[in-house]
Every structure is written in C-alpha cells, then in structure tokens.
C-alpha cells in the first residue's frame, strides 16, 4: 500500500495493474492482507463476519432498485430417506466390502479401522477398471436426535416492472467460501444484482449448505440434493418445512426443474459440478423415475482441482487475494502433507479437524492422510482430473479473471466438459486484469459486463431447449468457445494462458 501511494497508483507493479485505479487496488491490498496471514477457521469465519456486517450498506448500491428478500429460510432433512437412492446405487459396492447395509444412521458409519480395499473403493474409474463407481464415505458430522439435520438458505426476487418479460429463473446459488467459510448473507448483494439482471419475476434461493470441519465432504453435495428436492419435490419424504412465526418455511408450489439454474463460484461452482454428477451417477441409478435437471449452469472461478495443483495456483504475482494453494496434490508423500505451510482448506474438506471436531477421519495423522489422498481422487472432490464428464447434459458458461488463481482449474474443466458433450453449449470467458469471483465488486465495470454476459447465454441456452434448436446444436458441437474479454469489455476469440496439455499434466506431477 505505501508504494502504491507513493506512486499515487500510476505505475504497474506486482501488486497493483494501473488500469485498476485507487479505489479497486486498496479493497485488493486490504483482500490480500486478510487472506494471507489467515492460520485457522476461526480467523477465516472472523474475517467473513466482518465483511458480512456490511453487507447493509452494501445494499445501498441498488436502493433504486426493486427487489425482495426472505432470509433465514429453514427446512429439516431427514437423512437416511434423502439417502435412499445412494445407498442402493452402492449396495453392491459396500457389501463386497463387509459394511453394514441396514440399519439406521447411527449404525451407518465409516469404519474406525479402514482397510485398504475400503480406501481404494473411493478411487476413480481407470482404463483398467472402466465403469467403476466410486464409493462415497458415510457422514461424519452431527445429526439431531432424530436423524434429521437443518439446510438454511434465502430467497432472493426481482420484483421491478421494467417492461421487459417476466422471467421464470430460479438461480439455484451456491456461494463460495473454501467450503469453511462464507455464507448466503455474505453473498447477497452480488445475487441480488444477479437476479435482477434476469429481469422481473427472477428469483434465486442461495443454500447455506454444511460447512467443514463440522460436516466433512459428502455432506455439502447432500445439502444441495436436498435443497434441489425443497424447488422441486417440496413434499418429498426427506423435506420436512420448519414452521416459525406463524407460517411454513416451504416455497409456494413446486419450481419446474427446466426452470432452474444452477450457479456457484469458487468452491460452489465445483459443487455446482459435484451435484450434476452426483445425480446422474448416485441418485438416479436408485430413484426409479428419470430425474429432470438443471439444462443451464453458470460456473464463476470454479474450484475443480481440490489440490490446487495447476500453474496459476502457486504464481509469483499477489495480484489475487485468494490464498493458494490450497491443498496438497494427493500424489504427494506423507511428509508433504504434513508440511503444509498454510492453512489447507482441501484437508478440513475432506478430512474434519482433529481438534475443532474430531471425527473417524481424524483419528491419527497416519489415517488422516490416507483418507485425504483417496478422497482428493474421488470424481465428485476433484472432477476436472478423475470424473467421466460425459452425459452432463446442461449448457454451461464459465468465467474467470487472468489473475485469478484457479483460472487454471476453470479454464481445465471447461475444456474437458466440451470435449465430452459436443451437443451442448460450453463457453469460458477470461477477464483480463480481473482477479477471483470478480463479479462480486460492484464497483467493477467489468462485473456489470460479466453478468450481462451470463443473462444473454442462459436465456440463449434456454431458448433452444425449448425450441430444440437444431442451429444451437451445430454451434455446440464445435466444442468450447473460449472468448477474451480486455479491461474495456472488448470481446475476442482466443485461448489464453498455460496450455491444455499441460494443465493436464499437472495433476500427477510427482510421478
């Protein structure tokens, strides 16, 4: 900061773009000195509550706009019949393995002394074992007494009458945050700017899903599962509304699934893509019915790689605020991962904490270690190495800034998504001189041109799901557009950056 002032933001630095200005490099030096002294959870949540409180004045920012939001919206999930197709989907799987099958939850559990097959079940499909399905580990955080658990979140409308068509979006958001921190309140203003981009009418329900190290992964993936039931299925066995102030907790019909949009940034947009396999490869093989998903997702700075493995994620630059990495590349030894010299988000992900919440994952530091390598493997932590892409029937559009850290994990994932689903549309737009989840500062021009974007391709995807639109079709099949998008709002076509191969290198880079 005293070099930008001495410099009165004019000169280019590694620190500080010119084109940014005073105002846009201060909120970034200010960033960046709270993410990299961060050492723990509490410091994380601290740090995010603060911000939090003001998100009220935020708000000021659309005081001419009209706009309605419901927060602290609560339903109770019962988690064994929510999990009902999983399990049978893995029946097989966990028989062969001598877990029990039946029972209640509390006689669900992860065994306290893994063997090594039960381990390797969470592993990928590889060339030699085509068609496997990873296993998933049971829950390890609280559940109340009666099997049940709360899944918060807030309904956000657009309520202007503005003369354009009304619009039936129902933005399905998952916020971001390191799957630790952050919350729906946290990312209000920038979903509300959002649904009201899409007009009159759009509404938007942002899930509080389970954080970790309380509730480990799977957990998350079950709270968007569950979340997607409330739109859709709000009369579904596992939803139970929770009756507060004289009224129900429970949206007011049925959301058609066409409908919905699915959208997440950071570590919400990979469990954006975490709840698209989940239900084609869990859910659907044991639901009976076939299931109609969202046809539109929105993918903003997408954590993909749980490891942080690629280029970007280790720069020299400290342009973004993110802390990278993040996680240990699970091809690492032991000793590595005990090393990690900063907070490892990827671990308290996986694993839970052994002090803030123990759990059977945390039981040693042996154990800990082999639960984190298999996990980091599985196709719904890390899906733009292990996960077979192919039948993610949704059109998909992905944005991220050049000096975000995990453009590399975006930019990986876009490619494989339209290399294994010609028939649909895959667009990455990369925002030069932007940082990560740009879109979230207001004062940005380039996050109003970024939405702007987003609202055009969703509409156009939608469009021709309706129409069948044969022309939409051939344009997909020419695999991802990748577009350039300069500090000006200027769009070209091109691909940017370190190549696909060797992205695609870098997950098995001590090998």
């Known amino acids: 900061m005293p070099l930008l002032i001495r410099t009165q933001f004019k000169t280019n630095s590694i620190h500080h773009p010119v084109s940014w200005g005073p105002f846009y490099s201060f909120c970034m030096a200010v960033s960046r000195a709270s ?19 003001f998100i009220p004045l935020r708000m000021v920012y659309l005081w001419q706009r009209n706009y309605s939001i419901k927060s602290n919206v609560m339903f109770k999930v019962h988690l064994e019949t929510l999990l009902q197709p999983e399990r049978a989907t893995l029946l097989k799987t966990r028989k062969a393995l001598g877990l029990n099958t039946n029972g209640r939850r509390h006689q669900h559990r992860n065994p306290s002394d893994p063997s090594p097959e039960f381990f390797a079940s969470f592993l990928p499909e590889t060339e030699t074992k085509a068609g496997r399905l990873a296993n998933l580990p049971e829950e390890s955080g609280p559940l109340d007494e009666d099997g049940t658990f709360t899944v918060r979140g807030e309904w956000i409308e657009a309520r202007e009458e503005d003369g354009r068509k009304r619009s039936n979006v129902v933005l399905l958001y998952l916020h971001g945050g390191g799957h630790v921190f952050c919350s729906a309140t946290f990312h209000r203003q ?31 993936v079950h709270d968007v599962y569950a979340s997607y039931l409330y739109l859709t299925q709000p009369d579904h066995g596992a939803i139970s509304p929770v ?17 919905i949009v699915l959208a997440g940034d950071s570590a919400g ?12 490869d869990y859910v659907q093989p044991g639901f009976g019915t076939e299931l ?51 907070y490892n988000f990827a671990r308290n992900y996986l694993c839970g904490d052994a002090y803030l919440s123990p759990n059977e994952r945390t039981q040693s530091k042996d154990l ?3 639960w984190y390598r298999h996990l980091a493997q599985h196709p ?49 737009e990369l925002y030069q001189e932007q940082v990560h989840v740009f879109q979230f500062f207001e004062f940005l021009p380039m996050a109003s041109k970024a939405m702007k974007s987003i609202v055009s391709f969703v509409d156009s995807a939608r469009d021709s799901v309706a129409q069948n639109d044969q022309r939409s079709r051939k344009r997909a099949g020419k695999g991802t557009e990748w577009i350039v998008v300069d500090y000006k709002g200027n769009e070209t ?19």
């Not at 759009?202 to 899930?207: D, E, I, L, N, Q």
């Not at 929105?298 to 990495?325: E, G, K, N, R």
């Not at 590349?329 to 990690?340: G, Y």
Request: proline residues 7%; negative net charge; aromatic residues 10%.
């Open 292 to 342: 109609i998903l969202p046809s539109t997702t929105i993918l903003l700075s997408a954590w993909t790689d749980i490891s942080t493995s690629m280029p970007t994620a280790s720069q020299d630059h400290s342009y973004c605020y993110v802390p990278c990495p993040m996680g240990v590349n699970p091809f690492a030894d032991k000793a590595t991962f005990e090393a990690f010299p900063k």
């Open 493 to 511: 076509e091109g691909y940017e950056g370190t190549s696909i191969t060797d992205l695609d290198r870098c997950w098995r880079q001590q090998d």
């Open 35 to 53: 993410s990299g002294s961060v050492q723990n959870v509490a410091q994380l949540r601290m740090v995010s509550n603060i911000i939090t409180w």
């Open 190 to 220: 920038m979903v509300t700017r959002l649904t009201l981009e899409f007009g009159p009418g759009a509404r938007a329900f942002v899930v509080d899903y389970r954080l970790s190290p309380e509730d480990p992964f799977p957990a998350a």
């Open 368 to 370: 800990e270690w082999e």
């Open 269 to 280: 947009g990979g469990l954006a893509i975490a709840f698209m396999l989940y239900m084609r």
């Open 380 to 428: 719904l932590v890390s899906p733009v190495y292990t996960a077979n892409l192919q039948g993610i029937n949704t059109h998909t559009i992905l944005q991220a800034g050049a000096f975000d850290r995990l453009v590399d994990d975006t930019k990986l994932y876009a490619h494989h998504l339209g290399q294994a689903n010609p028939e649909r549309r895959v667009r990455f």
């Open 243 to 259: 009756h507060k102030r004289n009224q129900w907790d429970h949206p007011l019909e049925p959301v058609d699934p066409r409908d």
